[in-house]
Nanobody, 112 residues
Framework: QVQLVESGGGLVQAGGSLTLSCAASGISFRNRAMAWYRQAPGKQRELVAIISSGTSTNYGDAVKGRFTISVNNAKNTVYLQMNSLKPEDTAAYYC??????WGQGTQVTVSS
């Protein structure tokens, strides 16, 4: 049974940093793309960052230059380092592993 468990969310002031983690069990990251999505109240879920082949990354325009996605295959964990956080980054953040596995989400709230 595949399980993805996110952690690291919380409340932070604008300009601060957080690191989200997504620990996977029951699945190998090998040859899979992993991603972080987010969904704010009343908005559609949007792609934040994606990593494939261990090193190839892409980011949503809103977070480019501020967020970094990385993976530790030995720990079966994908991370999202978030710097220079803004109030508009407030959302529930979800881990995704291909083909269609999702975590339960972790809330990030950025105060102004």
């Amino acid at each position: 049974q595949v399980q993805l468990v996110e952690s690291g969310g919380g409340l932070v002031q604008a300009g601060g940093s957080l690191t989200l983690s997504c620990a996977a069990s029951g699945i190998s990251f090998r040859n899979r793309a992993m991603a972080w999505y987010r969904q704010a109240p009343g908005k559609q879920r949007e792609l934040v960052a994606i990593i494939s082949s261990g090193t190839s990354t892409n980011y949503g325009d809103a977070v480019k230059g501020r967020f970094t996605i990385s993976v530790n295959n030995a720990k079966n964990t994908v991370y999202l380092q978030m710097n220079s956080l803004k109030p508009e980054d407030t959302a529930a953040y979800y881990c995704n592993v291909q083909p269609n596995y999702w975590g339960q989400g972790t809330q990030v709230t950025v105060s102004s």
